[in-house]
């Protein structure tokens, strides 16, 4: 089974190993043949093996044990990774297409916070843009613990695990996720505050569309 050199080499080594467990019938607990066998059969370095196993470990598909091997892990009570990872190794729209749903379901997310924000969350709001002016090393992680806070503010513990795991994926594919900004977190609170939901959407449908247009 030999690896073609279209696609980046480690996106069809994942292919190809995905393809080894079902000829192998391996299951979940089944430990996975070493990365010396693998890169025999797939015809590939051992360090883009290394890589790609380094990839479904990511993904939460297999586990590394000390001193015993590579081991296929359990699924996962509600399958979102499963469905995720098959979806990422097999689709060369992904990093598209994750992007466009993890903006849809921010999108749902502040629909929902205008409605149901209190004014506790708020105030925790407050504090974090107070931080931000006064902790400039530290902007970045204040800018994603807003965000994190505003979608966790919408009150829908489903919509919110599903940001939490599209902005884990995308973090993992492209290396960093763009978060907001200061100047942004500061006018999405300003609108919070006055719970002006088409605004709030239209400023962050502006945000995605600069993005995208950087892309």
Wanted: proline share 1%; with cysteine; glycine share 6%.
């Amino acid at each position: 089974m030999s690896v073609q050199p279209t696609e980046k080499v480690y996106i069809e080594i994942l292919k190809s190993i995905q393809a080894i467990i079902v000829e192998d019938r391996l299951q979940a607990g089944d430990k996975l043949p070493s990365e010396r066998e693998l890169s025999d059969r797939l015809n590939a370095g051992r360090s883009s093996v290394r890589e790609a196993l380094r990839a479904l470990e990511l993904l939460g598909l297999i586990e590394t044990r000390r001193g015993e091997g590579t081991f296929i892990r359990e699924a996962t009570g509600h399958r979102l990774v499963e469905v995720l990872a098959s979806f990422i190794l097999n689709d060369k729209k992904a990093r598209h297409d994750l992007q466009e749903t993890r903006n849809i379901v921010i999108k749902d997310c502040i629909e929902l916070a205008t409605l149901r924000i209190t004014s506790l969350e708020i105030s925790k709001l407050e504090q974090l843009t107070q931080k931000m002016e006064q902790s400039a090393q530290e902007i970045n992680n204040l800018c994603k613990a807003f965000e994190k806070n505003v979608i966790q503010s919408c009150g829908n513990h489903l919509l919110y695990r599903l940001y939490v795991e599209l902005t884990g994926y995308g973090s993992s594919l492209q290396g960093t996720y763009s978060h907001w900004s200061p100047e942004l977190c500061k006018e999405v609170l300003s609108l919070l505050t006055d719970k002006n939901a088409k605004k709030l959407t239209d400023l962050l449908s502006k945000q995605n569309d600069g993005l995208n247009a950087i892309e």
